[in-house]
């Protein structure tokens, strides 16, 4: 039994903070390439490495904080999704290149505390580790935003990211997805005691959303409702996290204001992701990170992708909402195919070639008469 106390409403339910002692305490595994080691990291421990070393090397850690999905998955549990990605802030300064060198090189130095035994870890180089464990990095600096991102690779989708702050615009997509969770106290209990945390002995949490009003940002996961602010300012418009939500049968807070947020978030992913090839990578790259062991419910995200995009799109040419149309519809056929909806090829009747301005070879496409796909797919 543990108290939890929040910057708005106090104390929240004991088992909160024992769900995030669980995700903090687990073992996550690192899978390496090549012949490297899976290393078993606990988020816990690495957390508490990196900031240990940033204030060594002189870079002041503001606070460590719980983000996204696995905060909300700690506020509210059995909300329609399970959390994926491990995403941790820690929030410092940036003011030059230098700090971004350090802050990658202390990460992944401490990637070497977790070897195995017996490895000869002076022959192993920042650059060897970077290749084997980091499945993604990335530096923004710019006038207003200054962060950097290490995600470290877990085959299962379940990889641990550890993002560093200087100034970030945007931290959210929706509200549901807005909270954190700062994890100061519970990292210097760790340290401190090695009892186990009771109804008498424990830290204190602060947990906060970045949407603005904790209050509302609540009601909204525990109801499930899809709300947020300014989609046009986020990366991709939101579209595809939006119909996530939607597939996880989420509800828009205010069905007549959507309709117009839609058109914000479609042509924010346009801009954003204006190549077709663009496109089908996000796409992709959504569906393998996102939906790891749902693969039953991409077919029905994709559908719920090509119906917005089909309702809302304004600002496409035709032959390129087409494409894009179809682009779609063919990503939904490999998935039925994959999970073998689809027996026989040979079953499939294909019909109506579309116009001939349709020059791209890749998307000449025919439409599937038989099966219960709305659209147009490939014939080969």
């Not at 032959?319 to 179809?326: A, D, V, Y």
């Not at 499939?348 to 890749?362: E, G, I, K, L, S």
Request: aromatic share 10%; charged share 25%; with cysteine.
């Amino acid at each position: 039994d543990i108290n939890v106390s929040l910057i708005t409403n106090g104390e929240m339910r004991l088992t909160q903070v024992s769900r995030l002692d669980e995700v903090l305490s687990e073992a996550v595994p690192v899978h390496g390439r090549g012949n490297f080691p899976t290393l078993e990291v606990r988020l816990k421990d690495i957390v508490a490495r990196v900031r240990s070393r940033l204030e060594r090397s002189g870079v002041r850690v503001k606070d460590v904080r719980l983000n996204g999905s696995t905060a909300s998955h700690v506020l509210v549990q059995d909300v329609g999704w399970s959390y994926k990605d491990l995403d941790v802030i820690f929030r410092v300064d940036l003011p030059c290149e230098s700090e971004f060198q350090l802050v990658r090189d202390v990460v992944l130095g401490t990637l070497l505390d977790f070897l195995p035994d017996g490895v000869n870890k002076e022959r192993i180089t920042a650059v060897t580790l970077k290749e084997a464990y980091v499945q993604k990095l990335v530096k923004v600096n710019t006038e207003q935003d200054r962060w950097s991102l290490i995600s470290l690779c877990n085959n299962n989708g379940r990889n641990v990211e550890l993002k560093f702050v200087d100034t970030l615009r945007r931290q959210f997509e929706f509200s549901v997805d807005s909270f954190q969770i700062v994890l100061d106290s519970v990292l210097a209990y760790y340290e401190l005691s090695r009892a186990p945390m009771s109804a008498t002995f424990h830290p204190s949490v602060v947990g906060e959303s970045v949407y603005g009003d904790f209050g509302a940002a609540m009601g909204h996961l525990r109801g499930k409702l899809i709300a947020t602010q300014r989609p046009e300012e986020i990366r991709g418009g939101g579209l595809l996290k939006y119909c996530n939500l939607l597939v996880r049968d989420f509800q828009p807070t205010d069905a007549d204001e959507f309709k117009a947020l839609e058109r914000y978030m479609c042509s924010r992913f346009f801009i954003d992701f204006p190549d077709v090839g663009e496109q089908q990578r996000k796409v992709e790259a959504y569906l393998h990170s996102h939906f790891v062991g749902e693969e039953r419910c991409k077919y029905d995200y994709l559908m719920i992708l090509r119906r917005v995009v089909d309702e809302s799109t304004v600002c496409l040419m035709g032959h390129e909402r087409r494409q894009t149309l179809n682009l779609i519809s063919l990503l939904a056929f490999h998935v039925l195919a994959e999970q073998n909806a689809i027996p026989d090829a040979s079953s499939v009747t294909c019909y109506y070639q579309p116009a001939p301005y349709v020059r791209d070879h890749n998307f000449s496409n025919y439409y599937v008469a038989n099966q219960n796909i709305p659209t147009w797919l490939p014939c080969n």
